[in-house]
T-cell receptor, first 114, second 110 residues
């Protein structure tokens, strides 16, 4: 595997379900990010981790719970979601949080909440 | 704080024609500028970036962009597009965080 991988690629869940999204980066980076991409809206940064520590939470509802056990893996735990949470969830990584480092994105998980 | 405006939500163009995708930004701090492309059902891929130096930046797939500080713009250009360039294009700016605009969908027609 190379780059940033995400599993599953597609997920359909009910509002009472609990599920997790997984992201893994094979680039030796130290910063990882979760983004939400909804139709006709700019990408929304959700969480940032730098050296496994959460450095940013952009007012994300508590039904989204991130976890970063090491610099290569990032999870997004989901519970009691709402239909408006249906979106493409993108994971990204960068060397660190330095401004000039570009972010490398995974293919995303297409989430549908019924 | 930074913000990005991508002036066109969709740009239709015929194959082999030139194209320009417009991007304007505002920021109270120095920024770094990027262009990403997102093909259907895929993540974002970096096309090019401007950090400093020459204001004309060349990227992958024949794309280039020009940084214009006085007009706070970073427009993306390609002299001759292909069907395979059909995708959504984003020009985020990075000051203290990476801020995205709404994106521009490039539709290349045969």
């Amino acid at each position: 595997e190379t780059g940033v991988t995400q599993t599953p690629r597609h997920l359909v869940m009910g509002m009472t379900n609990k599920k997790s999204l997984k992201c893994e980066q094979h680039l030796g980076h130290n910063a990882m990010y979760w983004y939400k991409q909804s139709a006709k809206k700019p990408l929304e940064l959700m969480f940032v981790y730098n050296f496994k520590e959460q450095t940013e939470n952009n007012s994300v509802p508590s039904r989204f719970s991130p976890e970063c056990p090491n610099s290569s893996h990032l999870f997004l735990h989901l519970h009691t979601l709402q239909p408006e949470d249906s979106a493409l969830y993108l994971c990204a990584s960068s060397q660190d949080r330095t401004e000039y480092n570009e972010q490398f994105f995974g293919p995303g998980t297409r989430l549908t909440v019924l | 704080a930074q913000s990005v405006t991508q002036l066109d939500s969709q740009v239709p163009v015929f194959e082999e024609a030139p194209v320009e995708l417009r991007c304007n930004y505002s920021s109270s701090v120095s920024v770094y500028l990027f262009w990403y492309v997102q093909y259907p059902n895929q993540g974002l891929q970096l096309l090019l970036k401007y950090l400093s130096g020459s204001t004309l930046v060349k990227g992958i797939n024949g794309f280039e962009a020009e940084f214009n500080k006085s007009q706070t713009s970073f427009h993306l250009r390609k002299p001759s597009v292909h069907i395979s360039d059909t995708a959504e294009y984003f020009c985020p700016v990075k000051g203290n965080k990476l801020v995205f605009g709404a994106g521009t969908i490039l539709r290349v027609k045969s």
